[in-house]
């Protein structure tokens, strides 16, 4: 991977410790608003690929690819449905798996197979983690419509949000062991700004806890 550089981190240190795409595309921040979903599903197809065929058992490859493929599919809205529920166990399984072997790498790793791939796993796991933040904010958008709703509608809502929280939580647990593990090695990395400073917010939050 190079030569780490070392950076201090602390729990007030300012975004851009983590270092930001020197040239941000505004065209492509524009367009992260839709297809978020998308993007991720091939962001993390296309960084993990060589470390799932090097470590993963052929049942764990299995389950990747009918995540890519929920994933890559085109949703029906921005609301979150019922898939969300059934892929849940799914998501976390490859999400324990992905992370594992970002954390292994470190020590591991000698031939830098997952190591090289790591700025990209990071950013899937992020951009995930801000679809779900999407998809939380329209079940609170939605709220005050609640009453009118039915009782099969309500209960498709309260299992949709607390699928959504717990996918949520499992993708910031997995950030969170990759920031622990990596520390402020993590500096030596290059994000788009917009998950520098998530990454940042997690390495803040670690640094005091």
């Given amino acids: 991977m190079g ?89 976390r399984v490859v999400l324990d798996v992905l992370t594992s072997l970002v954390c292994a790498s470190l020590t591991e790793d000698t031939y830098g197979v997952v ?13 995930f983690l801000f679809a779900v933040e999407e998809a939380q904010a329209e079940l609170i958008k939605d709220l005050p419509e609640v009453a009118a709703e039915s009782e099969e509608e309500r209960l498709e809502r309260e299992k949709g949000s607390e699928a959504v929280s717990y996918v949520g939580d499992a993708l910031k647990d997995s950030l969170a062991r990759i920031v622990r593990t990596f520390g402020d090695k993590l500096t030596a990395f290059r994000f788009p700004p917009r998950v520098a400073g998530k990454v940042q917010g997690f390495m803040d939050f670690c640094a005091t806890v």
Wanted: positive net charge; without cysteine; glycine residues 4%.
């Fill in 3 to 91: 030569r780490w550089r070392r950076r201090s981190v602390s729990a007030r240190s300012s975004v851009s410790a983590v270092v930001p795409d020197s040239k941000p595309k505004e065209e492509e921040a524009a367009a992260a608003s839709g297809g978020v979903v998308e993007r991720v599903g091939k962001a993390a197809t296309a960084s993990s690929v060589n470390a799932y065929e090097v470590y993963a058992p052929e049942k764990v490859k299995e389950e990747v690819k009918v995540l890519s493929r929920w994933w890559s599919r085109e949703r029906l809205g921005r609301k979150v449905d019922v898939t969300w529920v059934g892929m849940r166990e799914v998501d």
């Fill in 115 to 127: 190591q090289r791939d790591i700025p990209k796993i990071i950013e899937a796991i992020v951009s």
